[in-house]
């Protein structure tokens, strides 16, 4: 046998070795512990579901409910982001592009995007601005600027005075159609990722007269809110914080709080909620961000340091930028969202974070196959109908007494005793960040729940897996029906697609009824004894699978 040979053979059984070995861990089943007592319980969750973006700032007047997979039924706000202006298609007036008239109103586009949420049962959470074109005028024939990165007006206002009446005059268009009363539930934004200088800066592009833009800005709007809607009107910022920005977000927070009001004089500025962004880059690539305790602590804690100590915090966008494909265009993800089940457990993750946290919402995209939420229902809707089913409940003491060895999986629980109904809620997941995961995970939970009765207790599971996502069919198949990467605008991972071709797209949808039969969540009841409070549940998680226990008597 030659040198050759011999380094041959020597190579096939390292390989062989180490195939074997990768095959062992990664088919190793976890076994792990929770002990859950509810006798400890903390503060009461919020619905952490409970918001839904529109990027164009526009929402269907009559929107067409998905009776079937409604996430309407949880959702409590929609948010339209920059309703207000910055280009033609969003500045509220009948001629835009008209600079010699600045008082020709036209509400009736928001006015109809309002109409169309309340019809779903939500309330609007409308983000004020960009700037409209024609009230920034002579600054933008001064620099001679173009639209921004996003295709809006990225400058301040020549005369804040001038939009203050702009704004005060929207607020008095929504509470003539809407009545006082009912505009008083609704929520109110300034802008979109504040200190991204994408979205906004002054025209200098200098980061603190940028940031003294945006605080007179903010100050008017609110100021204009104020003025109508009353001084409780529940407003707030929304910044990037997950990555640095023209300037620091920290600045804005002192100046609400102790800084000087540049519509009133006085000092501070009402601020209600501070949000931020949160993207992870994709699939198999996420860890890079700031996390969102880590967000979340930035902001509360920068908050509270100046007295802001009632706010609420949420994530006003984001969560998976990227697909691992690209489309024709842009690998971007539209919903956000991956279609695999490893998106179900992502998802169980950052809502266990923000439970531990106390953070208030994260807004979604699309839930559904197909824009404006039609169509079959992608893995996240599963997880966010039943997270947002513990609204109401308190967290209750859960930690892990015994878990398993694979590398970098993070199999975790939650649990949460919801008084007012006698309801136990679990969620439990098994995660690890990789699409082709294949450890399974044994998990135990030994219960003390003294607000139970001796005797029999009934358990209802929910199995977010492979076996409710159509996804992993589809993925399998559409190369077989014509669905090259070629033919997506963004990203094929996308479970939403944008489509880069209208005869594929068209028949993609014609295949929405073919794939409902791989979406069918199928909840198992079974009885367990308690004795004394305690009784003890078992389950086996899929890689990448979510379960929902709810428990009653």
């Known amino acids: 046998m030659g040198f050759k040979d011999c380094i041959a053979v020597l190579l096939a059984f390292f390989t062989g070795v180490w195939g074997h070995i990768f095959n062992f861990f990664n088919n190793w089943v976890n076994d792990y512990t929770f002990s859950v007592d509810t006798a400890v319980l903390g503060e009461t969750l919020p619905n952490v579901k409970s918001n839904l973006n529109r990027f164009g700032g526009r929402f269907p007047e009559d929107p067409i409910i998905n009776e079937k997979y409604n996430p309407y039924e949880f959702i409590d706000y ?8 910055g280009n033609a298609d969003r500045d509220l007036f009948d001629a835009p592009d008209d600079f010699s008239v600045t008082d020709d109103y036209n509400f009736e586009p928001l006015l109809a995007s309002c109409r169309g949420i309340l019809k779903t049962g939500a309330k609007p959470l409308l983000k004020f601005g960009n700037v409209p074109a024609k009230l920034s005028r002579r600054t933008l024939a001064q620099t001679g600027a173009d639209l921004g990165a996003f295709n809006v007006n990225i400058f301040p206002p020549d005369d804040y005075n001038e939009y203050y009446g702009y704004i005060r005059a929207v607020a008095n268009a929504l509470v003539e159609e809407f009545t006082l009363d009912e505009v008083r539930t609704w929520r109110f934004g300034v802008m979109t990722e504040y200190e991204n200088i994408d979205w906004f800066r002054a025209p200098s592009g200098d980061p603190a007269q940028t940031l003294e833009a945006y605080c007179k800005l903010y100050d008017h709007t609110v100021q204009a809110l104020i003025d109508v809607i009353g001084p409780d009107v529940f407003v707030g910022a929304h910044s990037m914080t997950c990555s640095e920005g023209l300037w620091d977000e920290k600045e804005f927070i002192r100046h609400c709080a102790v800084g000087k009001n540049y519509a009133t004089g006085e000092t501070g500025s009402r601020v209600c909620y501070l949000s931020s962004s949160y993207y992870e880059t994709s699939p198999e690539k996420a860890g890079g961000s700031k996390t969102v305790p880590e967000i979340m602590r930035e902001l509360k804690d920068t908050a509270v340091s100046y007295g802001l100590t009632d706010l609420i915090y949420g994530v006003d966008e984001g969560r998976v930028l990227l697909g691992l494909r690209s489309g024709k265009t842009s690998a971007e993800l539209y919903s956000r969202t991956a279609g695999y089940t490893w998106q179900a457990a992502f998802d169980a993750r950052l809502v266990k974070q923000m439970f531990d946290t106390g953070m208030n919402y994260f807004s979604s995209w699309e839930y559904c196959s197909l824009p404006e939420n039609h169509g079959n229902p ?23 007494k015994r878990k398993g060895g694979i590398p970098k999986a993070e199999v975790e629980a939650s649990a949460a005793y919801d008084e007012a109904n006698g309801v136990l809620r679990i969620m439990a997941y098994n995660y690890k960040n990789k699409l082709d995961y294949r450890a399974g995970a044994e998990l135990t939970f030994k219960i003390n729940a003294p607000q ?7 358990v209802t599971a929910y199995m977010i897996d492979d076996c409710v996502n159509w996804f992993d069919e589809w993925n399998a198949e559409r190369e077989a029906l014509g669905f090259t990467d070629d033919k997506f605008a963004w990203s094929p991972d996308d479970g939403c697609p944008i489509w ?24 198992t009841v079974t009885a367990v004894q308690v004795k004394n409070g305690a009784f003890t549940l078992k389950t086996e998680l899929a890689p990448n699978a979510v379960v929902f226990f709810e428990v009653r008597q």
Do not use: N, W
């Not at 308190?394 to 930690?399: D, G, K, S, V, Y």
């Not at 880069?500 to 909840?523: F, G, H, I, N, V």
């Open 78 to 85: 929609i948010q339209l982001m920059e309703c207000t202006g």
């Open 378 to 400: 992608l893995i996240t809707y599963f997880v966010a109908k039943h997270v947002a089913d513990f609204e109401g409940a308190r967290l209750a003491e859960t930690e892990i």
């Open 452 to 458: 139970l009765a001796d005797g029999e207790a009934q």
């Open 500 to 523: 880069a071709d209208d005869e594929a797209r068209l028949k993609y949808e014609s295949l929405t009824e073919t794939y409902a039969q791989y979406c069918r969540e199928e909840p």
